[in-house]
């Protein structure tokens, strides 16, 4: 039930992490300046490292300072320094959990938050199951007279067996409705907005369907390497890092169905339907629409093995087979050591007939729509017009918006949207269960027969748009990767 009452401690497992002080911190830091937090909240940060709260505290300010969208305020920040603390222990010892538990009541009694608690799991993903029997055995997760909920970080296991075990024993102790996976794309504005521009603008659902669009394109690029996650990619990839939990989120958000009303339930299950939708893969297909790659390079990183097998590029042709998009190719691509930092959805329609202009000018550009998700927050729509002159030329222009790119607009950073919804108790931006379950039994099946096929690695460069297989995969259906981060026609 979604309350205004988030009167609570949050309670930080990995404090001294680089997630909590890059991203947690400094949101916590902007729901105070937008008065999005009361003072009955407050927030006790577990860490490994002998620190005590003065020195935490100090930390977190040059956090907030280095990392918040929000100039710091030194008022602001003295009404939440004193409300940050920091417990040292070892996520196995249960001497610990004793002293936070008492701890956890001695701060109840303070800032009058009558048991309400958030447990952020910002640790690697071995120690979840661990803090969430912890906190049960010491009797941290009751849910009765007040409210527990967790918060867990991707990835959500490391496949469809490993994710099952993994919620049973979560859910066990916290139950589905007081489980909030995060997938941080969920927060971020665009992505919110991707259902009001289709559902509340009559001339876009109308024509959202196959009779007018010709594929759609979802990319994601990133120009860094894996930098220091060296570990933990080796165990991922391309496939589990992105294409499981991202990826497929923002095609289900593309792709649903209007909900029947807006409430949390609604929207996941129609989202829902869409992965269940989604055209079985065969061997075959897999080994025909699914394109893998790995930048050079990427084997003398740390903690990467020499002979790596590892893609750090994935691209997907998906087929949703329902009415509304049965024959529409999705191409799905994201990498590393890309051109351009961006994420976007593209929209591209149909051709109309070849007669009047086509006829007589040939080659026009196709309408577009584009949602930037990131760098830039905005939807272009491009289409074609006459060019001003005394030629009768016909070029692509845009009408567009951009909502991060005005002078004093500072859109919300995701986390502050997912850190604020949860205490409010809204899961709506949160990954379901059957969410998460239906993307991994749809990328098993690619990851086992790429387990079973040894790629030709490294095969693309850094700087480059990937292997040239994931060209391939649309140019024998004669279309094209839209190069994003750009403009859309190369000739102008």
């Given at each position: 039930?979604?309350?205004?009452?988030?009167?609570?401690?949050?309670?930080?497992?990995g404090?001294?992490?680089?997630?909590?002080?890059?991203?947690?911190m400094?949101?916590?830091y902007?729901?105070?300046?937008?008065?999005?937090?009361?003072?009955n909240?407050?927030?006790?940060?577990?860490?490994?490292?002998d620190?005590?709260?003065?020195?935490?505290?100090?930390?977190?300010y040059?956090?907030?300072?280095?990392f918040?969208?929000?100039?710091?305020?030194?008022?602001?920040w003295?009404?939440?320094r004193?409300?940050?603390y920091?417990?040292?222990?070892?996520?196995?010892d249960?001497?610990?959990?004793?002293?936070?538990?008492?701890?956890?009541?001695?701060l109840d009694?303070?800032?009058?938050?009558?048991?309400?608690?958030?447990?952020?799991?910002?640790?690697?993903p071995e120690?979840?199951?661990?803090?969430?029997e912890?906190?049960?055995?010491h009797?941290?997760?009751?849910?009765e007279?007040?409210?527990?909920?967790?918060?867990?970080?991707?990835p959500?296991?490391?496949?469809?067996?490993s994710?099952?075990?993994?919620?049973?024993?979560?859910?066990?102790?916290?139950?589905e409705?007081?489980?909030?996976?995060?997938?941080?794309?969920?927060?971020?504005?665009?992505?919110q907005n991707?259902?009001?521009i289709?559902?509340?603008?009559?001339?876009?659902?109308?024509?959202?369907?196959?009779?007018?669009?010709?594929n759609?394109?979802?990319?994601?690029?990133?120009?860094?390497?894996?930098?220091?996650?060296?570990g933990y990619?080796?165990k991922?990839?391309?496939?589990?890092?992105?294409i499981?939990?991202?990826?497929?989120?923002l095609?289900?958000?593309?792709?649903?169905?209007?909900?029947?009303?807006?409430?949390?339930?609604?929207?996941?299950?129609e989202?829902?339907?869409?992965?269940?939708?989604?055209?079985?893969?065969?061997?075959?297909?897999v080994?025909?629409?699914?394109?893998?790659g790995?930048?050079?390079g990427?084997?003398?990183?740390?903690r990467?093995?020499?002979?790596?097998?590892t893609?750090?590029?994935?691209?997907?042709?998906?087929?949703?087979?329902?009415f509304?998009?049965a024959?529409?190719?999705?191409?799905?691509?994201?990498g590393?050591?890309?051109p351009?930092?961006?994420?976007?959805?593209?929209?591209?329609?149909?051709?109309?007939?070849?007669?009047?202009?086509?006829?007589e000018y040939?080659?026009?550009m196709?309408?577009?729509?584009?949602?930037?998700?990131?760098?830039?927050?905005?939807?272009f729509?491009?289409?074609?017009?006459k060019?001003?002159?005394?030629?009768?030329?016909?070029?692509?222009?845009?009408?567009?918006?951009?909502?991060?790119?005005?002078?004093?607009?500072?859109?919300?950073?995701?986390?502050e949207?997912l850190?604020?919804?949860?205490?409010?108790?809204?899961?709506?931006?949160?990954?379901r269960?059957?969410?998460?379950?239906?993307?991994w039994?749809?990328?098993?099946?690619?990851?086992?027969?790429?387990?079973n096929?040894?790629?030709?690695?490294?095969?693309?460069k850094?700087?480059?748009?990937?292997?040239?297989?994931?060209?391939?995969?649309?140019?024998?259906?004669?279309f094209?990767w839209?190069?994003?981060?750009?403009?859309?026609?190369?000739?102008?």
């Amino acid at each position: 039930m979604v309350t205004d009452n988030i009167s609570s401690i949050m309670v930080i497992f990995g404090g001294t992490g680089d997630l909590t002080h890059r991203k947690l911190m400094p949101a916590i830091y902007n729901l105070l300046y937008d008065k999005s937090l009361r003072e009955n909240f407050c927030v006790v940060s577990i860490g490994r490292r002998d620190k005590t709260d003065e020195i935490y505290r100090n930390e977190v300010y040059e956090s907030i300072k280095k990392f918040s969208r929000i100039k710091i305020d030194d008022e602001l920040w003295k009404n939440l320094r004193d409300r940050i603390y920091y417990q040292k222990f070892e996520f196995h010892d249960d001497d610990g959990y004793s002293r936070l538990k008492g701890f956890l009541k001695v701060l109840d009694d303070k800032y009058k938050t009558n048991g309400n608690r958030i447990y952020y799991l910002a640790v690697a993903p071995e120690y979840f199951e661990l803090i969430v029997e912890k906190l049960h055995q010491h009797g941290m997760t009751e849910n009765e007279k007040s409210w527990q909920r967790v918060m867990i970080e991707k990835p959500f296991g490391k496949d469809l067996n490993s994710a099952v075990y993994l919620n049973k024993k979560i859910t066990d102790v916290f139950t589905e409705k007081n489980t909030y996976r995060i997938d941080h794309y969920l927060g971020k504005e665009m992505l919110q907005n991707i259902m009001v521009i289709r559902f509340a603008n009559v001339f876009f659902e109308p024509v959202w369907n196959n009779k007018y669009i010709d594929n759609v394109q979802i990319s994601s690029s990133e120009t860094v390497g894996v930098e220091n996650r060296g570990g933990y990619y080796e165990k991922a990839g391309a496939l589990r890092d992105m294409i499981q939990n991202h990826m497929l989120q923002l095609l289900t958000l593309t792709a649903m169905e209007p909900p029947i009303d807006l409430t949390t339930d609604s929207i996941h299950d129609e989202k829902v339907k869409v992965l269940k939708s989604l055209k079985e893969l065969t061997p075959d297909l897999v080994l025909k629409n699914a394109v893998r790659g790995q930048y050079e390079g990427y084997r003398d990183e740390d903690r990467v093995s020499p002979d790596s097998d590892t893609e750090t590029f994935a691209a997907i042709k998906v087929f949703v087979d329902n009415f509304r998009w049965a024959g529409v190719p999705f191409y799905i691509r994201t990498g590393k050591k890309l051109p351009v930092k961006s994420t976007e959805i593209i929209i591209q329609f149909k051709p109309l007939p070849g007669v009047l202009y086509f006829k007589e000018y040939g080659g026009l550009m196709p309408d577009l729509l584009v949602i930037k998700i990131q760098p830039e927050e905005g939807v272009f729509l491009q289409f074609n017009a006459k060019r001003p002159g005394t030629l009768n030329k016909v070029i692509p222009v845009r009408m567009d918006f951009c909502q991060n790119c005005q002078v004093g607009m500072n859109s919300p950073e995701a986390y502050e949207r997912l850190i604020y919804d949860a205490l409010r108790g809204d899961s709506t931006l949160f990954t379901r269960w059957d969410e998460v379950e239906y993307s991994w039994r749809y990328v098993d099946k690619i990851a086992e027969v790429w387990k079973n096929n040894k790629p030709d690695f490294p095969n693309y460069k850094p700087g480059t748009w990937g292997p040239y297989d994931a060209d391939e995969l649309l140019l024998r259906d004669n279309f094209k990767w839209w190069n994003i981060g750009g403009f859309y026609d190369e000739n102008i």
